[in-house]
């Protein structure tokens, strides 16, 4: 099935760092999805994305849909210690399976106070 | 209050011994779906539905059963389990298939 690549896989960050981090797929999607995962609960929606080059905010939260719609990344500003958790990047392909979602492995993020 | 509900939240049992996980939403959400989360491998999609009586297989669908009765529950049924079942399990609902997916709380499988 579809690979989404995300990376890096953990963080380890400062307080009041920004944050990076970045999903490509090999194939052309027609939506970027950003969620947010803590223990013992499901992923929450952060962002969603649907046009190429689209650029959307979420208080500190940045993310952007990559022109050649096999990309897109999310940026946190200036991190806090809530900010803890992994971060998951999900898609739908354009074509062959656009009604099945796709995930990436996730991004672990710990904030030292 | 608007959620995705699963139960059990968690379950040991053996090979062999069927097993039902519920899955049910109370936001009128016509697309829901069963993913497996692993260490590693993010979640990956187990079997999906369009609409009530309308089911498909995700990625990983072997050893699974789905039913869409009603369009608020999506039961993930384990005919066989077998040990390679072990993950945590998630149910989530969207209003269509190209809207984003509110999730539930997930269910952690241990299968002996």
């Known amino acids: 099935g579809q690979q989404l690549n995300q990376s890096p896989q953990s963080m380890f960050i400062q307080e009041g760092e920004d944050v990076s981090m970045n999903c490509t797929s090999s194939s052309i999607f027609n939506t970027w999805l950003w969620y947010k995962q803590e223990p013992g609960e499901g992923p929450v929606l952060l962002i969603a994305l649907y046009k190429a080059g689209e650029l959307t905010s979420n208080g500190r939260l940045t993310a952007q849909f990559g022109i050649t719609r096999k990309d897109s990344f999310l940026n946190i500003s200036a991190s806090i210690p809530s900010d803890v958790g992994i971060y998951f990047c999900?898609?739908?392909?354009?074509?062959?399976?656009?009604?099945?979602?796709?995930f990436g492995s996730g991004t672990k993020l710990n904030v030292k106070p | 209050e608007a959620q995705v509900t699963q139960n059990p939240r968690y379950l040991i049992t053996v090979t062999g011994k069927k097993l039902t996980v519920t899955c049910s939403q109370n936001m009128n959400h016509e697309y829901m779906s069963w993913y497996r989360q692993d260490p590693g491998l993010g979640l990956r999609q187990i079997y999906y539905?369009?609409?009530?009586?309308?089911?498909d297989k995700g990625d990983v669908p072997e050893g699974y059963k789905v039913s869409r009765k009603e369009k608020r529950n999506f039961p993930l049924i384990l005919e066989s389990p077998s040990p390679n079942q072990t993950s945590l399990y998630f149910c989530?609902?969207?209003?269509?298939?190209?809207?984003?997916?509110?999730f539930g709380d997930g269910t952690r499988l241990s299968i002996l």
């Open positions: 989530a609902s969207s209003f269509s298939y190209n809207q984003p997916q509110h």
């Open positions: 539905s369009m609409n009530v009586e309308v089911t």
């Open positions: 999900a898609g739908q392909p354009s074509l062959y399976n656009f009604n099945k979602f796709y």
